[in-house]
């Protein structure tokens, strides 16, 4: 079993890369993103509870993210891996994940993080706010907090992935295809 975290601000493609590379390379696609957007739709008491702090575009608290990444892990058989798109998020959620690998014997094998411009990715969530009724893009200083909790709160594990030998920088411009084709190929070279 391969772990590849897919790495960047929001707006960056994690999300729109995952899936593509999920199905290319038999991975389970674990979004954090789409699990609470899932709760909310549902109308459940989590989903109630997290919504307005997603709408703020702040974090939702650690454990909520750690276990439905847990359950997940535990109820997938058949892949050749997983991919870890928006988890982890704070330098917590990692030390949580490695723990939760390494009880099952598996380790994260790779962080794939997606370089974009600070405009760029402006541009991206505000366009995608005409198509998805998704309130985190609608207000532009709910996207700039987003991208301030980034810096702040998410960045901080590049060091510490860096540290441990797993950091893998790719360049996030340009076409959704180029981008696929560039992690498409850090990829090759894991599984
Ligand atoms: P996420 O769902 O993870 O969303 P995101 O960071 O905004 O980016 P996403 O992956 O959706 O967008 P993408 O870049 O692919 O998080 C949302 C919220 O959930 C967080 O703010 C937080 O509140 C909460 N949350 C989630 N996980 C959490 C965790 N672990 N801990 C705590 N809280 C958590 O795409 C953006 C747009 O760009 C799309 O419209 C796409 O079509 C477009 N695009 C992509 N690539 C492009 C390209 N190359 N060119 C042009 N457009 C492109």
């Not at 994690?14 to 038999?26: C, D, E, H, P, W």
């Not at 674990?30 to 702090?53: C, H, P, Q, Y």
């Not at 411009?173 to 090759?188: A, H, P, Q, Y």
Request: charged fraction near 25%; hydrophobic fraction near 40%; glycine fraction near 8%.
């Amino acid at each position: 079993m391969v772990n590849i975290l897919i790495f960047g601000p929001p707006g960056s493609g994690k999300g729109t890369q995952s899936v593509k590379l999920a199905k290319q390379f038999n991975l389970l696609h674990l979004s954090t993103g789409d699990m609470l957007r899932a709760e909310i739709a549902a109308g459940t008491d989590l989903g109630k509870r997290m919504s307005s702090i997603m709408s703020r575009g702040e974090l939702v608290p650690d454990e909520v993210v750690i276990e439905m990444i847990a359950n997940k892990i535990d109820n997938s058989t058949g892949m050749a891996g997983f991919l870890f798109d928006g988890f982890p998020r704070t330098v917590a959620q990692t030390a949580a994940l490695e723990e939760m690998l390494n009880e099952r014997a598996m380790k994260i094998d790779s962080m794939l993080v997606l370089d974009v411009d600070h405009d760029e990715l402006v541009k991206r969530l505000t366009g995608r706010a005409e198509l998805t009724d998704r309130p985190d893009d609608k207000d532009p200083a709910v996207i700039e907090n987003r991208i301030d909790v980034y810096k702040a709160k998410t960045e901080p594990i590049i060091s510490y992935c860096s540290k441990k030998g797993l950091y893998q920088p790719v360049n996030g411009m340009g076409t959704i295809d180029d981008i696929f084709e560039r992690l498409s190929n850090k990829l090759s070279q894991l599984i």
